[in-house]
């Protein structure tokens, strides 16, 4: 019975007539005419066809089942038979072309804009010539994309970056940002430090201000940096499928004029800056799924309530851009003239600070880990080539989180309240059930009465799990556990100021000074032991399974 359920190949594919090609030389024609060996031809791990396409002096790489590569088909075979081909052999073509790269051609990963492969980071330049920026701990170097290991697609609306030059300084930035303080720019310039390391989970970027207060202009000076696009202001998501639908076409997500934000999307913008998933069936016809995994820089203009987003709060760096006096605007068209003139300098500064980042890393060991401490990490380590203080990175990144922590709180009557709660004690501990009870004693009933106060022990259970992180770093920790059949909660006050004992890089004089750039005197000082932190130590990714979301149709072509 078992041998008459087997059905042989032959029952299938029938045997080709006498004289005919076999199928491997049938697919090798359609190679040959244009010049594609199998070398050139390779596939994702999610089965994406793709072609190496040499094209005068640099090569392409384009994805087969698009019209770019078909349309690139039929420049090779103009230009190999002085002909041009008919739809019909270009079609064919690429059907068999697709299968050798599926069946044949290697699997391989491809990368939008920046990807980091070993001890080097590349950036794609996005222009004609398929250069490629180079960044190691020795230095950095444009290169052709025939010298690297990175295979970067293009996608619509990318733009050219300029090429880097020597010799300038982060420092020119300043002059293009509307900033009330060195904090600031302290600030902005470490996330833009950031968003070139793709080893590290990305802080979300957020400019808060007035209307008039430069956060459009100032979003389009940071993603020219290092991501351009033509669509650089971009409104926010309707769902988080677009966003990871976004993701996988772009390096920097950027939306503006964002009147308020659904706590579904504030998950979602974490889960991207943090590294999360998104799972969808790919056809309502069907039960295949399509899984988007991606980890990307945000930059959020304008979000009115972020305050309640505790979560985005916690990863996020804030900036509070000040109102533009009509005395001190400048025209657009002017602030752009400008930019184009110092922005590969400023570039190339920038890979400068990667360059001396990858060269420290594994020097520094910071007394404390701050929340994204993998990204705090690498900014301290390339601060030798920043234009501010040895540790005033840290400071600014310190303050920051707590003056928002701080507006987190406020905006929360069960943080605020339970802070004062605390204020009088040292320890309290007991049911959800009595700490709500006891709570009532000092909330004014007018409190009480409004949606986001708790009305029962759960949502304040709920509550209090959010506010866990920020209660801490104002001095109260909460603790759990189960007695008998009651679940306990203590609070219990700390001190926020102990220190940890453990020596920071940051602060030792002798590291910074052996590092410099501007130094003359580079030796390193040997009695300074430093220790490399493991990535399980320090990791602030975003851990868990992918987000799994409703039934959604797929359109071929959009992934």
Same mark, same amino acid.
């Given at each position: 019975?078992?041998?008459?359920?087997?059905?042989?190949?032959?029952?299938?594919?029938?045997?080709?007539?006498?004289?005919?090609?076999?199928?491997?030389?049938?697919?090798?024609?359609?190679?040959?005419?244009?010049?594609?060996?199998?070398?050139? /031809?390779?596939?994702?791990?999610?089965?994406? #066809?793709?072609?190496?396409?040499?094209?005068?002096?640099?090569?392409?790489?384009?994805?087969?089942?698009?019209?770019?590569?078909?349309?690139? /088909?039929?420049?090779?075979?103009?230009?190999?038979?002085?002909?041009?081909?008919?739809?019909?052999?270009?079609?064919?073509?690429?059907?068999?072309?697709?299968?050798?790269?599926?069946?044949?051609?290697?699997?391989?990963?491809?990368?939008?804009?920046?990807?980091?492969?070993?001890?080097?980071?590349?950036? !794609?330049?996005?222009?004609?010539?398929?250069?490629?920026?180079?960044?190691?701990?020795?230095?950095?170097?444009?290169?052709?994309?025939?010298?690297?290991?990175?295979?970067?697609?293009?996608?619509?609306?990318?733009?050219?970056?300029?090429?880097?030059?020597?010799?300038?300084?982060?420092?020119?930035?300043?002059?293009?940002?509307?900033?009330?303080?060195?904090?600031?720019?302290?600030?902005?310039?470490?996330?833009?430090?950031?968003?070139?390391?793709? !080893?590290?989970?990305?802080?979300?970027?957020?400019?808060?201000?007035?209307?008039?207060?430069?956060?459009?202009?100032?979003?389009?000076?940071?993603?020219?940096?290092?991501?351009?696009?033509?669509?650089?202001?971009?409104?926010?998501?309707?769902?988080?499928?677009? /966003?990871?639908?976004?993701?996988?076409?772009?390096?920097?997500?950027?939306?503006?004029?964002?009147?308020?934000?659904?706590?579904?999307?504030?998950?979602?913008?974490?889960?991207?800056?943090?590294?999360?998933?998104?799972?969808?069936?790919?056809?309502?016809?069907?039960?295949?799924?399509?899984?988007?995994?991606?980890?990307? #820089?945000?930059?959020?203009?304008?979000?009115?309530?972020?305050?309640?987003?505790?979560?985005?709060?916690?990863?996020?760096?804030?900036?509070?851009?000040?109102?533009?006096?009509?005395?001190?605007?400048?025209?657009?068209?002017?602030?752009?003239?400008?930019?184009?003139?110092?922005?590969?300098?400023?570039?190339?500064?920038?890979?400068?600070?990667?360059?001396?980042?990858?060269?420290?890393?594994?020097?520094?060991?910071?007394?404390?880990?701050?929340?994204?401490?993998?990204?705090?990490?690498?900014?301290?380590?390339?601060?030798?080539?920043?234009?501010?203080?040895?540790?005033?990175?840290?400071?600014?990144?310190?303050?920051?989180?707590?003056?928002?922590?701080?507006?987190?709180? !406020?905006?929360? #009557?069960?943080?605020?309240?339970?802070?004062?709660?605390?204020?009088?004690?040292?320890?309290?501990?007991?049911?959800?059930?009595?700490?709500?009870?006891?709570?009532?004693?000092?909330?004014?009933?007018?409190?009480?009465?409004?949606?986001?106060?708790?009305?029962?022990?759960?949502?304040?259970?709920?509550?209090?799990?959010?506010?866990?992180?920020? /209660?801490?770093?104002?001095?109260?920790?909460?603790?759990?556990?189960?007695?008998?059949?009651?679940?306990?909660?203590?609070?219990?006050?700390?001190?926020?100021?102990?220190?940890?004992?453990?020596?920071?890089?940051?602060?030792?004089?002798?590291?910074?000074?052996?590092?410099?750039?501007?130094?003359?005197?580079?030796?390193?000082?040997?009695?300074?032991?430093?220790?490399?932190?493991?990535?399980?130590?320090?990791?602030?990714?975003?851990?868990?399974?992918?987000?799994?979301?409703?039934?959604?149709?797929?359109?071929?072509?959009?992934?």
């Amino acid at each position: 019975m078992a041998e008459a359920a087997i059905v042989k190949t032959t029952q299938i594919f029938p045997k080709a007539d006498v004289g005919e090609k076999s199928l491997k030389e049938k697919m090798l024609k359609a190679q040959r005419l244009f010049g594609l060996e199998s070398s050139r /031809l390779f596939h994702t791990p999610n089965n994406v #066809p793709y072609a190496v396409i040499e094209v005068r002096n640099h090569f392409e790489i384009w994805p087969i089942r698009t019209e770019k590569f078909k349309l690139s /088909l039929a420049h090779l075979f103009l230009q190999k038979t002085g002909k041009l081909p008919c739809k019909a052999d270009i079609k064919k073509a690429s059907e068999e072309l697709e299968w050798l790269a599926l069946l044949v051609g290697q699997k391989r990963e491809v990368f939008n804009r920046i990807v980091k492969l070993d001890d080097a980071i590349y950036v !794609d330049l996005v222009n004609s010539e398929w250069e490629q920026v180079k960044i190691t701990a020795d230095g950095w170097k444009v290169i052709s994309g025939i010298d690297s290991p990175a295979r970067f697609i293009r996608t619509p609306g990318m733009l050219e970056l300029q090429k880097p030059i020597k010799g300038g300084s982060l420092k020119t930035l300043k002059n293009f940002l509307n900033i009330e303080n060195e904090e600031a720019f302290v600030l902005i310039t470490s996330w833009l430090l950031g968003a070139m390391n793709p !080893d590290a989970p990305f802080p979300i970027l957020i400019l808060h201000g007035v209307q008039g207060s430069s956060k459009s202009t100032t979003i389009k000076i940071l993603r020219s940096c290092i991501d351009p696009s033509v669509s650089i202001l971009r409104t926010l998501p309707r769902s988080e499928r677009d /966003l990871q639908i976004s993701a996988s076409k772009s390096w920097v997500q950027s939306f503006d004029n964002i009147s308020s934000l659904p706590q579904r999307m504030s998950d979602a913008f974490c889960r991207l800056s943090t590294g999360g998933g998104y799972a969808s069936r790919k056809l309502y016809t069907n039960d295949s799924e399509v899984i988007l995994n991606a980890m990307r #820089p945000i930059i959020l203009g304008g979000i009115p309530n972020f305050e309640t987003q505790n979560d985005l709060v916690d990863r996020a760096i804030i900036v509070n851009l000040p109102h533009i006096t009509e005395e001190k605007r400048r025209l657009e068209s002017e602030i752009k003239d400008v930019w184009k003139r110092e922005m590969p300098s400023i570039f190339g500064a920038l890979c400068e600070a990667v360059s001396k980042a990858l060269g420290n890393l594994g020097k520094v060991k910071l007394e404390t880990l701050p929340r994204m401490a993998d990204f705090a990490r690498f900014v301290v380590a390339a601060e030798p080539a920043l234009p501010w203080d040895n540790g005033m990175f840290l400071k600014a990144y310190e303050s920051n989180r707590s003056e928002f922590i701080d507006i987190a709180l !406020d905006a929360d #009557p069960a943080g605020t309240f339970v802070l004062e709660f605390m204020d009088k004690r040292d320890e309290w501990s007991g049911t959800h059930s009595e700490l709500l009870e006891s709570l009532k004693n000092i909330v004014p009933k007018s409190i009480q009465r409004i949606k986001e106060w708790p009305k029962s022990p759960n949502s304040l259970s709920n509550r209090l799990m959010k506010l866990e992180a920020f /209660l801490m770093k104002k001095g109260v920790k909460i603790e759990r556990e189960r007695r008998a059949d009651k679940r306990i909660i203590t609070l219990r006050k700390i001190d926020v100021n102990q220190p940890q004992g453990r020596q920071s890089c940051s602060d030792n004089k002798s590291f910074f000074k052996a590092n410099r750039t501007d130094q003359s005197d580079a030796a390193q000082d040997n009695s300074l032991e430093l220790r490399e932190v493991s990535e399980s130590e320090i990791s602030g990714g975003y851990q868990g399974e992918p987000a799994v979301i409703e039934d959604l149709a797929w359109e071929e072509g959009e992934i």
